[in-house]
């Protein structure tokens, strides 16, 4: 099985910054990546496919990079809306598997 | 508007079954790939199944395989699972989620979900 490990497990950020975490798969996914965010309470919703595709009214302010086994996803000037939770998914072979999640928190 | 609605939740005895019901609509449920993903009360996303458009390919992992059954019924826009020999460790929300793709190849994402069924396995 493919492993996908996320860092850091939670980041404190301030609004504004810009925030960058990271997501590496134990094997090469071929940019197969996709980023979804998970607000207390609520389903995930997902923002990037394709390790750098934007989901359709996902903010400009997300984007996503990387190719192998190495992918980040960055919020630019962080909204107070994008206080959640943020998970990766390797979607290139079964079984499929998310990391354990990236947590953001006001400072 | 997409609208993916669970149902079927509840408290079950270890050993016991289950059935949760996911009904599709503002979509055309028949040309999508749909799965299941459950979520461990303050832990992180675990994939459970897919199922094809017609019902005739579905995939789990290792750790619910012989126990859970995915099916769909397509004149009822509804997917289901089955889990039958419930462990306290099956103790999570359920989602039902689509993929993005109509027909063709799946995306093995998950574009649309449910608000969940909450399943418990206890004594």
């Known amino acids: 099985d493919i492993q996908m490990t996320q860092s850091p497990s939670s980041l404190s950020v301030s609004l504004g910054d810009n925030v960058t975490f990271t997501c590496e798969a134990s094997e090469n996914i071929y940019g197969f990546l996709a980023w979804y965010q998970q607000k207390l309470g609520k389903a995930p919703k997902l923002l990037i496919y394709?390790?750098?595709n934007l989901e359709d009214g996902v903010p400009t302010r997300f984007s996503g990079s990387g190719s192998w086994t190495n992918y980040s996803l960055t919020i630019s000037s962080l909204e107070p809306e994008d206080i959640a939770t943020y998970y990766c998914?390797?979607?290139?072979?079964?079984?499929?598997?998310f990391g354990s999640g990236t947590k953001l928190e006001i400072k | 508007e997409v609208q993916l609605v669970e149902t079927g939740g509840g408290l079950v005895q270890p050993g016991r079954s289950l059935k949760l019901s996911c009904v599709a609509s503002?979509?055309?449920?028949?040309?999508?790939?749909m799965y299941w993903i459950r979520q461990a009360p303050g832990k992180g996303l675990e994939w459970v199944s897919s199922?094809?458009?017609?019902?005739?390919?579905?995939y789990y992992p290792d750790s619910v395989k012989g126990r859970f059954t995915i099916s769909r019924d397509n004149a009822e826009n509804t997917v289901y699972l089955q889990m039958n020999s419930l462990r306290s460790e099956d103790t999570a929300t359920y989602y039902c989620a689509k993929d993005p793709i109509p027909t063709g190849i799946p995306l093995y994402v998950m574009d649309a979900w449910g608000q969940g069924a909450s399943v418990t396995v206890s004594s």
């Open positions: 394709g390790a750098t």
């Open positions: 503002g979509f055309t449920f028949s040309s999508y790939w």
């Open positions: 199922i094809n458009t017609d019902g005739g390919s579905t």
């Open positions: 998914q390797n979607n290139h072979v079964y079984p499929l598997t």
